[in-house]
C-alpha cells in the first residue's frame, strides 16, 4: 500500500501536469470572471483634457485676489462641448460637472460662492485656491499605460476600467471542457426512479455547480454502472476534454472500478491516497494527454476535495496558481482536540468578534455523510497533521467558502 501523499504535494502535481490553455478574444461584455492573458494597455487618456469637477464658472486665478469680484459671463460650456475662444481677465464661463475647461481659465469658482444678475456673476468673499476643482487631463490615467497585467481574473470593475481606455476586445484564456463521469450503481439523477438500495447522486450537480461558477465548462456524460464496458464507454467520450473528472471508484473494493478499468483505455496514475480528511482516496493520473482527477463517491469528500484540489488545477490551466495559502487566520468558536496523521477539512460557521475578527465555530457532526452541514459552512478549518489539541480562542487557518 503506498504512503499517504501530503495535501500540499498533491496539489503542486496535480497543477504542474495541467495545460496551459490556448487564447481567446472576446468582447467586454463576456470578459467578466475570465482569466486575462494579456496586458491591457490603455488607447485613452482619462481624462482626455481639464475638466470641471462642479457646476461653476471658469474664471482666471488672478481676478479672484480681492474678493467679492464682478466679472462677465461671457458664455457657458456643458459637458461635450468646447468654449471656442480664450477667455480674458475680468470674464467668467458658466461651466457644468464634466465640461472641458476654457483655454486661459484656471480655477473654478463653484456656484454655491457666487451671485449671477444677468450678463453678470459676483464671487463673494471666501478662499479661492488655484487651480480648485479643475480635473487636469491625464488624473486618472495615460494613453499607452499598462492597466491590467495578465493573468488576473477580471472582475466586474475591471471591465468597467477597460471600457473607458477605450478597449473593445480582451485576451483571456479558453475556458477548460471540465467531463464529469459519475460512477456506480447505487446512484441515480434527481427526479429520475429510486428503490429503497439507491441514492440520490448530488456529486455531479455540485461539481458542475462550482465549475461554472469558477470558470470552467462542466460536460456530464452520465452515470457509468459497475461494470467495465459501461466505465469505458462512457469515459471515452472525455479524451476531447481538457481534464476529466470522475465520482466514486476510486477506493480499494471490488467495486471501486476507475483505476482498473481505465488503464485499458491508457490509464496512468501518477498517486491516488491522500493524507486528508475527508478525501483520502482520491486519485490523479493521465488517460493519454487528459489529465483525470479521480475524486471520492462521497458527496462531502467530493466537494471538499473540488475545493482543494480541482479549483487550483482550473486556475493552472488558465494561467494562475491558487493553493491553500490563500487561507486566512481566525480564531476557533470551541475547542478542538489532537489530529491525527491526516490533514482535516473541518465544516465551521463564521462570525465576527466585538473588533471585527473572525471567529470559526466547527460543527459538532463532521461525518463525511453529511453534507446539510457543508451547504451550512462558511468555511472549512484547515488542521495540520498532528495538530495538538487547541482551546477555544485560538488562532487556526481557514479557506473561506463562496
Known sequence: MPELLPVKQAQDRICDAMPL?????VPLTSAVGR???????????QPPFAVSAMDGYAVKYRDLQVLPRQLCIVGEVPAGK???????SGEAVRIFTGARVPDGADTIVIQENTTRDGDFVVVKEGEAELGKFIRPAGLDFSSGE??????????????GL?????????????????????????????????DENQIVSSNVIGLHALINKHGGQPIDLGIARDNAESLLSLAKGAL???????????????HDLVKSVLANIGLEVDFWRIAMRPGKPLIFGKIGSTPLLGLPGNPVSSMVCAIIFLLPAIAAMQGLRLTTSSSKPASLGSALPVNDDREDYLRATLSEDQSGGLIATPFQKQDSSVFSGMSAADCLIIRPPFAP????????????LD
Open 162 to 194: 477597460v471600457a473607458s481606455m477605450n478597449v473593445p476586445w480582451l485576451k483571456v484564456r479558453k475556458k477548460p471542457n471540465i467531463a464529469l463521469l459519475a460512477t456506480g450503481d447505487e446512484i441515480v439523477m434527481p427526479g429520475d426512479p429510486c
Open 389 to 400: 489539541a487547541a482551546e477555544q480562542g485560538e488562532q487556526v487557518s481557514i479557506i473561506a
Open 240 to 254: 476531447s476534454c481538457d481534464l476529466l473528472i470522475t465520482t466514486g471508484g476510486a477506493s480499494v473494493g471490488d
Open 21 to 25: 490553455l490556448p487564447i481567446e478574444q
Open 35 to 45: 482569466i486575462l492573458a494579456a496586458d491591457v494597455i490603455s488607447r485613452r487618456t
Open 82 to 88: 468646447k468654449f471656442d475662444r480664450t477667455i480674458s
Open 146 to 159: 499598462k492597466l491590467l497585467e495578465a493573468p488576473k481574473k477580471l472582475t466586474a470593475r475591471d471591465i
